[in-house]
C-alpha cells in the first residue's frame, strides 16, 4: 500500500489520510466520530478527534526521540498510534465512579487488538510489523498500570516479551499529550516513570528480556532436544512472571521432575475453515485428537449438535486427561477463539506436567468463508461471523509456546 511506503519513508500523514486508505478493511473507524469520551479525561472530544490528536503527536514523539526510528518499525509505532483506541466503539458505555457517571471504555485496548488481528494482515503488512503493531494496540495502557502499581522487575520483564516497551512508551507519550485533561502534566509523569523503571530493570529496548535465560538453559540442558529445552525456557518465564522463581537455574533444577516424561499438549485456536485439520495431519502425526466436534457426533451422530455441549465438555475433559496422564503428546481440536474456552485444556495441561502450545491462526473473514464453503461439514455463515465478532486473539503469556500461522 502506498501509504505504507510513505510513512517507511519518512513521510507524516495525517490521520485522516490513514483513515481514508484503512476505512474499507477496518470498518470501526467509521464510527470513531460517533464515539464520545468522558470530558475530563477527554474534553477535546469524539474518539476520532483524540485520534487525530494522537497522529500528530507520535510523529512529534519520533522526532524528539533520541533513536532514529525508520521503515517497518516506524511503520508499525505510526499505525499502532493511529489505531490505539479502535476498539472503543465496541465497548465505550456509561459507568458510576465514586458517585459520578462516567463515560469509560474498558477492555478496549484488548478488543481492539483482537479485531486487528483478523483483519490487518490483508493488507500486506510483513509479519513482524503486524506483531508491533498489535502489540502496541493491546498493550498501550500497560505502562501505566505497572507504574500505578509499583509493579516489580518481573512485571516489566512479562510486559517486555509481549511488547516492546520503547514503543509503548512513545504511544502513550503520544496518547497522553494528545488530548485535553485537568491532569495531562501528571499523566505524562508517569509516562516518564515508566522509561525510567522500564531502563533500571534493563528490559526498554527491544531486545528479548529471556535471552540470557534461553543461553543458560540451552547450554544447561545440550544433551536434551529442542522442544524440552523450550519447556523448561516457557516454564522458568511463566514462574518467573508469577514471583516463583528469580533465576533461570531454580527451573532447571525443578525440571529434573518433569523433562524426561511429560506430554506436549497443543491447543489449536481458529476459527471454522482456517486449516486446522491440514496442519495437524502435517505437523503432529501421531498425537492424540480430542476433537469437539468429533465428540459430538460421536454423542448425537451430528457434530454441529449444540445440544450436549454439556455432556461433550465433560468427555472432551476425561479424554484429554487420559491422554496427559499417560504422558502421550495430545491435540484439543476446537476454535478456541474465546480465552475462557481454551483456558479449560489450558489448565488441564499445566495440572498434569504438560508442555502448553498454542497454535494460533490468523486468516480473515473471506477467506474462512471460501474454506468453509468446501468443507463436507460446513458451518452456517452467521456461526461464522459470530466466531470473528467474539474472537479474543490469544497473547503469549496464556501459554508456554505460541505459534501463529499465517
Known amino acids: 500500500m502506498r501509504i505504507f511506503d510513505d510513512i517507511r519513508s519518512g513521510a507524516s500523514p ?9 476505512r474499507s478493511t477496518l470498518p470501526l473507524l467509521d464510527e470513531l466520530e460517533g ?13 476520532r478527534i483524540h485520534t487525530g490528536m494522537v497522529v500528530d503527536e507520535i510523529y512529534r514523539a519520533l522526532d524528539e526521540y533520541d533513536r532514529d526510528i525508520t521503515g517497518e518499525e516506524r511503520l508499525a509505532v505510526v499505525l499502532g498510534a493511529a489505531l490505539h483506541d479502535i476498539g472503543k466503539p465496541l465497548t465505550t458505555s456509561e459507568a458510576e465512579i465514586e458517585g459520578r457517571v462516567r463515560i469509560v471504555a474498558k477492555r478496549h485496548d484488548d478488543r481492539g487488538r483482537s479485531y486487528l488481528a483478523y483483519r490487518l494482515h490483508t493488507q500486506g503488512l510483513e509479519p513482524a510489523t503486524l506483531d508491533m503493531i498489535l502489540a502496541i494496540v493491546g498493550h498501550h495502557h500497560d505502562p501505566k498500570r505497572l507504574i500505578r502499581r509499583s509493579s516489580g522487575p518481573e512485571r516489566f ?5 509481549l511488547a516492546s516497551l520503547e514503543h509503548l512508551y512513545l504511544t502513550e507519550l503520544a496518547d497522553m499529550r494528545g488530548r485535553t485533561c485537568v ?14 523503571a522500564a531502563e533500571q530493570h534493563a528490559v526498554f529496548g527491544g531486545h528479548d528480556p529471556y535471552h540470557a535465560w534461553r543461553e543458560e538453559i540451552d547450554e544447561t540442558l545440550t544433551g536434551h532436544d529442542a522442544r524440552t529445552r523450550a519447556y523448561v525456557l516457557g516454564a522458568a518465564r511463566r514462574a518467573h512472571e508469577a514471583g516463583e522463581i528469580f533465576v533461570a537455574a531454580e527451573e532447571v533444577a525443578k525440571s529434573y521432575g518433569y523433562r524426561e516424561a511429560y506430554s506436549h499438549l497443543v491447543v489449536l485456536c481458529g476459527p471454522s475453515g482456517c486449516g486446522k485439520s491440514t496442519w495437524v495431519a502435517e505437523h503432529a502425526p501421531g498425537y492424540d485428537i480430542v476433537s469437539l466436534d468429533e465428540l459430538r457426533a ?11 455441549n454439556g455432556q461433550v465438555r465433560q468427555l472432551s475433559k476425561e479424554r484429554l486427561k487420559q491422554s496427559l496422564r499417560a504422558h502421550r503428546d495430545v491435540v484439543w481440536d476446537a476454535t478456541n477463539l474465546r480465552r475462557d474456552f481454551r483456558a479449560l485444556p489450558t489448565k488441564l495441561g499445566y495440572d498434569y506436567g504438560a508442555f502448553v502450545t498454542f497454535v494460533v491462526f490468523q486468516t480473515d473473514l473471506a477467506t474462512s468463508r471460501a474454506r468453509n464453503a468446501k468443507r463436507e461439514r460446513s458451518v452456517p455463515d452467521i456461526a461464522l461471523q459470530r466466531q470473528f465478532d467474539s474472537a479474543e486473539f490469544p497473547y503469549a503469556d496464556e501459554a508456554h509456546e505460541l505459534l501463529v500461522v499465517r
Do not use: C, K
Open 157 to 161: 520483564r512479562r510486559l517486555a516479551r
Open 298 to 308: 460421536e454423542l448425537s451422530g451430528d457434530p454441529a449438535d449444540q445440544s450436549m
Open 14 to 22: 495525517s490521520f485522516d489520510t490513514i483513515f481514508e486508505a484503512l
Open 183 to 196: 491532569d495531562q502534566a501528571e499523566q505524562l509523569d508517569i509516562v516518564e516513570y515508566f522509561r525510567i
Open 35 to 47: 464515539t464520545p469520551q468522558d470530558p475530563d479525561w477527554h474534553a477535546e472530544g469524539n474518539v
